[in-house]
């Protein structure tokens, strides 16, 4: 069965222009997903992680056989290197998600605080922790993730200066479930209680009513056809 994605993505409150981004690329072999969020106090941050989202789904979109993680890392570093001296004062995070339909196989590469993790009945179970100095704590309690004021400073980033190289996780996600990613203006906002319909319009229209949404919010959903 195929899948497809539904987007969500509102700018803060409080910013001047919404900075996140989100793409993704279903073809016969691979299913490629990714969200970013570009940092609000450094400069082109929101065309600079655009940029690098769409560059690394189209560089990716071309392998029509497996994608190894090498694959990936390469791809994620050539590209880098050919943005940066456009982009040498921007910061960010991303997060990309890679399905092999054949093998089942799930690659999850991210730097900084975007989040994957699957839906059931309106519950989120995030499958990774940002990269924030709540967590470099060893702070593993999900209300302090979303609530300390050290959430909002990274150890580990997307930078244009310098690139890091991605923490990668082989994820196993049940893919029966919708899968989530999301940057971090959507996950520190609790409780969730999202909407147990999956549509574009119950979600847009339940985000676009919560309080205190001062940062982006971008959620990014991977449903069955015909869910939307």
Same mark, same amino acid.
């Given at each position: 069965m195929m899948n497809e994605g539904i987007l969500i993505t509102l700018k803060g409150t409080e910013r001047a222009s919404n900075q996140d981004f989100a793409t993704w690329h279903i073809g016969q072999r691979n299913e490629i997903w990714m969200i970013a969020d570009g940092a609000t106090g450094a400069k082109? /941050?929101? @065309?600079?992680?655009?940029?690098?989202? +769409?560059?690394?789904? !189209?560089?990716?979109?071309?392998?029509?056989?497996?994608?190894?993680p090498a694959v990936v890392f390469d791809s994620i570093e050539t590209i880098h290197s050919s943005i940066r001296k456009k982009f040498v004062c921007s910061?960010? /995070?991303? @997060?990309?998600?890679?399905?092999?339909? +054949?093998?089942?196989? !799930?690659?999850c590469f991210f730097l900084g605080d975007c989040r994957i993790g699957t839906l059931t009945e309106g519950n989120i179970k995030w499958s990774v922790l940002p990269h924030n100095m709540v967590v470099a704590k060893q702070i593993t309690d999900e209300h302090k993730i979303c609530t300390l004021p050290e959430r909002n400073i990274l150890f580990r980033k997307l930078s244009g200066r310098r690139l890091e190289r991605p923490e990668y996780l082989q994820l196993r996600l049940d893919l029966s479930l919708p899968v989530i990613l999301a940057t971090d203006g959507f996950w520190s906002l609790l409780p969730v209680n999202l909407p147990e319909e999956i549509s574009h319009s119950s979600f847009h229209s339940h985000l676009e009513m919560k309080k205190n949404r001062a940062d982006d919010l971008t959620v990014l959903l991977r449903v069955r056809k015909g869910n939307q």
């Open positions: 082109d /941050s929101g @065309l600079f992680v655009s940029t690098f989202c +769409e560059e690394i789904i !189209q560089n990716l979109a071309s392998v029509s056989d497996k994608i190894l910061k960010g /995070s991303f @997060l990309l998600f890679i399905v092999d339909r +054949e093998t089942k196989e !799930q690659h």
